[in-house]
């Protein structure tokens, strides 16, 4: 099963990129990769979902190299109210549909 | 709000005791599936239904147990609690099954063992 990790926490400023890498190295022919927020006392709420290259929608853009071994989630200009864990979710296939997230990181934003 | 919904949002019961978590999923939504998160394991994925039947199974104790009915809302039963079953639990649900379905997640129900 694909075992998912991310970097623990990061901090930016208000109106700069950020970008959270996932790292999946197992995953299988057909997962797919989606991120999620969640804000405290919250459920995760999707944020974008992706196969392979590149994905936009109107809040992310998500980057999946050849390999699909990673995937970065890219959230341009964020503001305070981005303060929130981020978690990728791959969906495993061994028989049965699973679902793992990753470990999430936690997105401080300063102003 | 997802449009799932999730009672209680919150339970204090004790150890070896029994509780009922219950989930209503989006109207039109056929599978449902049960998320544990807690401090130290994040979000562990336990179970999924769809329409009616079982159709993944995560890392769920054997003390836990998951129906989803004809009406398609769903519950989660864990017995015997023990402390480590204090956790945030999450219901999210679907459309349809797979991988590539956008799950919708409730807001959760945090039970405290004592």
């Known amino acids: 099963l694909a075992k998912t990790t991310q970097p623990i926490s990061m901090d930016s400023y208000e109106g700069q990129e950020v970008n959270i890498t996932c790292s999946h190295n197992?995953?299988?022919?057909?997962?797919?990769i989606t991120w999620y927020q969640q804000f405290p006392s919250q459920g995760p709420r999707f944020i974008i979902q992706?196969?392979?290259t590149k994905v936009t929608n109107e809040v992310a853009s998500l980057f999946i190299p050849a390999d699909r071994k990673s995937s970065t989630l890219s959230l341009p200009r964020v503001s305070l109210s981005d303060t929130a864990v981020y978690y990728c979710?791959?969906?495993?296939?061994?028989?049965?549909?699973?679902?793992?997230f990753g470990t999430g990181t936690r997105l401080k934003v300063l102003a | 709000d997802s449009g799932v919904t999730q009672t209680p949002k919150h339970l204090i019961t004790a150890t070896g005791q029994r509780v009922t978590l219950r989930c209503s999923p989006r109207?039109?939504?056929?599978?449902v599936y049960w998320y544990q998160q807690s401090l130290d394991q994040g979000l562990q994925f336990l179970i999924q239904?769809?329409?009616?039947?079982?159709?993944a199974k995560g890392n769920i104790l054997e003390r836990f147990s998951a129906q989803q009915f004809p009406d398609l809302h769903s519950e989660l039963n864990l017995s015997s609690l023990e402390l480590g079953d204090s956790a945030l639990y999450f219901c999210?649900?679907?459309?349809?099954?797979?991988?590539?379905?956008?799950?919708?997640f409730g807001p959760g129900t945090r039970l405290l063992v004592l």
């Open positions: 197992n995953i299988a022919t057909n997962d797919y």
């Open positions: 992706g196969y392979k």
């Open positions: 979710l791959v969906g495993a296939t061994s028989g049965t549909y699973k679902y793992i």
């Open positions: 239904y769809y329409n009616g039947e079982e159709r």
């Open positions: 109207s039109g939504d056929l599978s």
């Open positions: 999210a649900s679907s459309v349809d099954s797979g991988n590539r379905e956008t799950q919708y």
